[in-house]
């Protein structure tokens, strides 16, 4: 079983960057893949990066060239630097760990990008 708490989230303006943090706890992180998901208000889930438990990486399309995801498998964290931000990209931002028949979410934090 793992547990992920994210942190990070808040206001921003547009134009302005934020990194996201996720710690997880409870299983052997480097065997993970991991990823950020977002889920903006009345909208559908989405994903937005991931990186896989060999560091392959791969983005949703808005976030291309503006957001990075990385990993630090010694302190068991994941990362989403934000730069750029766009009020379309407000939203509540989630953590994923999966392998195998393991699936885990975080709660959650909120993104909110002004104009």
């Known amino acids: 079983q793992v547990r992920l708490v994210e942190s990070g989230g808040g206001l921003v303006e547009a134009g302005g960057s934020l990194r996201l943090a996720c710690v997880a706890s409870g299983s052997i992180f480097s065997i993970l893949n991991m990823g950020w998901y977002r889920q903006a208000p009345g909208k559908q889930h989405k994903s937005v990066a991931i990186?896989?438990?060999?560091?392959?990486?791969n983005y949703e399309d808005s976030a291309k060239g503006r957001f990075t995801i990385s990993r630090v498998d010694a302190k068991n964290m994941v990362y989403l630097q934000m730069n750029s931000l766009k009020p379309e990209d407000t939203a509540t931002y989630y953590c994923?760990?999966?392998?195998?028949?393991?699936?885990?979410w975080g709660q959650g934090t909120l993104v909110t990008v002004s104009s």
């Open positions: 994923r760990a999966w392998d195998g028949p393991l699936d885990a």
């Open positions: 990186i896989t438990k060999g560091g392959s990486t």
